[in-house]
């Protein structure tokens, strides 16, 4: 074999070089021209390289020689840096995974398992197994497995039919009907029989053995949601396929339901996805053990609720980590849960509405879509939602929740409010807690975050408008919120709460302890309904009121029961339910509390949410209640009804309040100032023990924020069907495009209305018709409110010199009781000077006033805005001031004004107290007659007024 024929099986080196033995001169690998001698050195094996016992680089010959390695050797390199990659790889997997808590064991078998022979591989994971006394029907199975590189392990177990002696106990769950609380914050309701999937007219079918009866019952395409995510689980558990498998097994099993079969991946290189199908439908999650985070949702068909099984979730789930080194167990933070729950499908026919009930239980297959769906159940984003209690009365369900939403409070904050330390947040732990909500039937009744905001707004607006309210009655209101308002006004004698519903008020008790906690009022009690001015009548308020005041002769009426205030604190006008439709609209009951309050007495009733933009009119739309209720309060005789909003009072929509006056004249004490409401709230307000205010929203200001009524009202008013007058004159003042004749193009000089009619406004130009005249001045007329007129007249008869300001705004003001009393405007500018138009000679006013004169208006018959016919006026009402300016922006030049020509005005238009209305008539006619003259040419010539 020559040597270029061995060369084929060597590698060549890029760069050889010869080598020096201690000998002699030898070549390390023999040349080419050695190679062809006879006597050559015989080649070393093919799989060998002759290397010298030394080798002196001093004597290298700088000639190019090559270096030939074999194919084993370089095999060789490469497996051993192999080897020592992955040993170097493995270890820093192992040190990671270590760090973590984590097992750095994988599993590369992919096993399929159809019962309990699991025999090719060390992990057993649980089997599903059936309920004692449960009938599960047989099934058909199809699967198929795909190998996937990202799963180690794939696994599917099948149910176990033949455990028969499975009994799972849970003490979270009581046979008591009421929930209870565990360590954990959570409760658990009466027993959670999730099973129920069909409608029977047989059995109830709460018996868990009748959950799939295919024969009796019917399926139907609904069912329940339940979406949980939890965070701060320990990465062992997450990792584990058998740990979570067996804490699936016992959920499913405490929540009795029936798991027919699972199947379960461990991923590669961390994590275990399950998925589990049930008789009712399917449980699933995956896990994510570096981030400590499970996400699963189980679904079911059944009736009962989900929400139960609450507590079993975390507590089998939500597994706290395990310190590590240098971790102290203080600074792990417990595993927190968010959760969801959605009703899902379809219920036709057997919604709250129907009669068609399941054995006296509709809840199964029945239910509302109310609050607490919409913004509690359906919500995953609430850093806290724990169900602090969740019951059914006699009457109606309660459910108390505690919630804390990030965008309100943030969960660092509240855990330094709890810490005890100096910081701001645990000096001030009610700033920065989560909020509580109050739910009957699923409504949202009241809230800790709008408790003040709500209650102070339906009880003091009335209260403090009131001149002595003694004797308060109030209708619902069970979670006391609304007596300890009342307890806080010193001239309450006795405050009266009619509730239906006893549990309610206990129940607030002991989870809404804020609600009726009076301790900080002066001489009461640590709880309101023990102040021995508060008494509790556990009965229908309806039936209270009816029974006692709808006539005379009941033998409950005594005249030393009327109330000064009946605060009507109970379900809203658009629930769907019966008892709210009579409570806004019976004829007796309604009568009942008009008849039930004193003659100065005012009733306070809660109507609702505000009307929403695009909303119909109250009567064709959802709070046709509200709109009736309006009505047949106007029917029995109050004579002023008012509306106001609160939008800080925790719900979903600015919160209504109406007050509706049995005296006219209350209205003055409702429209009183800033200041003299402030006076009143601190006459009147009862002392703190602690020495901060009792009151915490409502004060003066707000006051004057609940005179005028929301713009959303004044639309629905004028949305009716019949559209009223007003309204029609308020659009045209918008869509009318008039000129506006400034006060430059007017003057002052000598009326030619009479001989004594003294000064006249006259035109300095040309004025055509429909015209507005002086309107800037108009919108600086000066009021003169009740109170202040009241202080004017005494204080005229007894100091000198006051008669001057008495006589000139009586004689150039404009008088009314739009205030409840009388008042008066007085414009700022040269048309207070206007003269009265006698015999309809008038071209300033209203094109409606044109038919009344003094001449053929009948002083008996007092037109319909002098009469007050409508108690409840919106649009009036919000623009009270513009109309207390005489003027009021809807008077115009009624035909064209020639230049020179006097302005006159139609006096009986701003007529409009009907208690002097026949003797302002006679005294237009006298003056128009020329018999006698004004009160201002009286005064201003010394002759002593009529």
């Not at 080798?55 to 090559?66: H, L």
């Not at 959950?211 to 701060?232: E, R, S, T, V």
């Not at 979570?244 to 097994?249: F, K, Q, R, Y």
């Amino acid at each position: 074999m020559t040597s270029s024929r061995r060369s084929k099986k060597l590698l060549r080196a890029s760069t050889s070089f010869s080598a020096v033995s201690s000998g002699g001169t030898e070549p390390l690998v023999p040349s080419e021209r050695d190679s062809d001698s006879d006597d050559a050195m015989p080649p070393p094996p093919v799989d060998t390289v002759h290397v010298p016992n030394s080798i002196n680089f001093a004597n290298v010959t700088p000639t190019q020689e090559q270096v030939k390695i074999t194919y084993s050797f370089l095999l060789m390199a490469m497996a051993m840096c192999g080897i020592i990659a992955f040993a170097i790889g493995s270890a820093a997997r192992i040190l990671l995974l270590s760090m973590h808590g984590l097992s750095p064991s994988l599993h590369a078998s992919i096993h399929f398992n159809a019962g309990n022979s699991d025999t090719r591989r060390p992990m057993k994971l649980p089997s599903p197994t059936i309920i004692p006394g449960k009938e599960v029907p047989y099934t058909t199975y199809t699967s198929k497995t795909f190998q996937m590189a990202g799963s180690a392990t794939s696994n599917t177990l099948h149910i176990d039919r033949r455990s028969t002696a499975l009994k799972t106990s849970i003490d979270d769950f009581d046979d008591d009907k009421k929930c209870k609380g565990n360590d954990l914050g959570w409760v658990a309701c009466e027993d959670p029989d999730l099973t129920k999937c069909t409608n029977s007219s047989g059995p109830s079918p709460k018996a868990a053995n009748q959950h799939n009866d295919d024969a009796d019952g019917i399926h139907f395409p609904a069912g329940q949601h339940l979406l949980i995510d939890i965070k701060d689980v320990d990465s062992s558990f997450l990792n584990s396929e058998e740990r979570v498998a067996t804490a699936m097994i016992e959920l499913i099993n405490e929540s009795k339901l029936t798991l027919l079969s699972y199947h379960c991946h461990s991923l590669v290189p961390i994590g275990v996805s399950c998925a589990g199908v049930l008789l009712e439908s399917h449980v699933a999650f995956h896990t994510w053990p570096l981030e400590g985070v499970i996400t699963m949702d189980l679904f079911t068909c059944g009736g009962g609720l989900l929400i139960p099984v609450l507590p079993s979730i975390q507590r089998l789930f939500g597994v706290p980590r395990t310190p590590q080194l240098g971790e102290e167990l203080e600074d792990i933070p417990e595993p927190s849960l968010q959760w969801a729950h959605k009703w899902r499908g379809w219920r036709e026919g057997f919604g709250p509405e129907s009669e068609d009930e399941i054995d006296g239980d509709d809840s199964a297959l029945g239910h509302s879509y109310n609050d607490l769906d919409r913004y509690v159940l359906t919500k995953l984003n609430h850093d806290i939602k724990t169900p602090l209690v969740s019951t059914s009365t006699e009457y109606q369900t309660v459910d108390v929740y505690e919630l804390l939403h990030p965008k309100e409070r943030d969960m660092q904050s509240y855990k330094k409010s709890l810490s005890g330390d100096n910081s701001y947040e645990a000096q001030h732990p009610e700033l920065f807690g989560p909020n509580r909500l109050l739910m009957l039937d699923g409504v949202i009744q009241s809230t800790l975050f709008g408790d003040a905001s709500y209650h102070e707004s339906i009880v003091h607006p009335a209260m403090f408008t009131h001149s002595n309210p003694k004797r308060v009655a109030i209708v619902g209101g069970g979670e006391g919120a609304t007596l300890r308002e009342v307890l806080k006004h010193e001239t309450v004698e006795r405050a009266v709460m009619i509730e239906i519903d006893e549990s309610v008020v206990e129940l607030a008790r002991e989870y809404l302890p804020e609600w009726s906690d009076c301790s900080d009022i002066d001489a009461s009690s640590e709880w309101c309904f023990d102040d021995e001015r508060a008494e509790a009548k556990f009965e229908d308020a309806m039936t209270y009121f009816v029974d006692t005041f709808y006539n005379d002769n009941s033998a409950r009426y005594q005249r030393e029961d009327e109330y000064d205030i009946i605060i009507m604190d109970a379900l809203d006008p658009n629930d769907g339910v019966d008892f709210a439709t009579y409570l806004y609209t019976s004829d007796s009951y309604i009568q009942s509390l008009y008849n039930g309050l004193t003659q100065s007495g005012i009733l306070v009733v809660q109507v609702g949410e505000i009307p929403r933009n695009r909303a119909p009119p109250d009567e064709l739309g959802t709070f046709a209640n509200r709109a009736l209720m309006i009505k047949k309060l106007e029917d029995v005789g109050f004579k002023s009804i008012h509306i106001y909003a609160e939008a800080h009072s925790g719900f979903l929509a600015p919160w209504s309040t109406l007050v509706t006056f049995k005296d006219y004249e209350t209205r003055a004490d409702w429209h009183r100032n800033e200041a003299e409401m402030e006076i009143r709230v601190q006459k009147r307000i009862k002392r703190s023990k602690s020495g901060n205010p009792l009151l915490r929203y409502f004060d003066g200001p707000t006051m004057m924020g609940y005179q005028i009524p929301p713009k959303a009202f004044e639309r629905n008013y004028c949305l009716r069907q019949d559209t009223p007058e007003d309204c029609s004159l308020q659009n045209e003042l918008y869509t009318k495009h008039r000129q506006i004749i400034s006060v430059t193009d007017l003057e002052v000089r000598n009326s030619t209305a009479g001989e004594h009619a003294g000064r006249g406004v006259f035109a300095r130009k040309d004025i055509p018709a429909e015209s507005f005249i002086a309107l800037d001045d108009d919108a600086r007329s000066f009021h003169v409110l009740p109170s202040t007129w009241a202080v004017i007249e005494t204080m005229s008869e007894e100091l000198d010199g006051l008669d001057g300001v008495e006589m000139f705004i009586d004689g150039y003001g404009y008088n009314s009781v739009l205030l409840g009393k009388l008042h008066y405007a007085v414009d700022s500018g040269i048309m207070i000077f206007s003269n009265h138009g006698c015999n309809g000679t008038y071209n300033l006013g209203v094109a409606e006033s044109c038919k009344a004169t003094e001449t053929n208006i009948d002083i008996h018959q007092i037109p319909p805005l002098v009469a007050r016919e409508s108690a409840y006026n919106p649009l009036v009402a919000r623009h009270l001031r513009k109309r207390m300016s005489g003027i009021g922006g809807h008077e115009c030049a009624m035909r064209d004004i020639k230049a020179g020509e006097e302005i006159l005005v139609n006096y009986l238009y701003y007529e409009v107290n009907p208690e002097e209305w026949k003797e302002d008539i006679m005294n237009i006619r006298g003056q128009c007659l020329g018999e006698h003259v004004g009160d201002i040419t009286k005064y201003e010539s010394g002759t002593e007024r009529e």
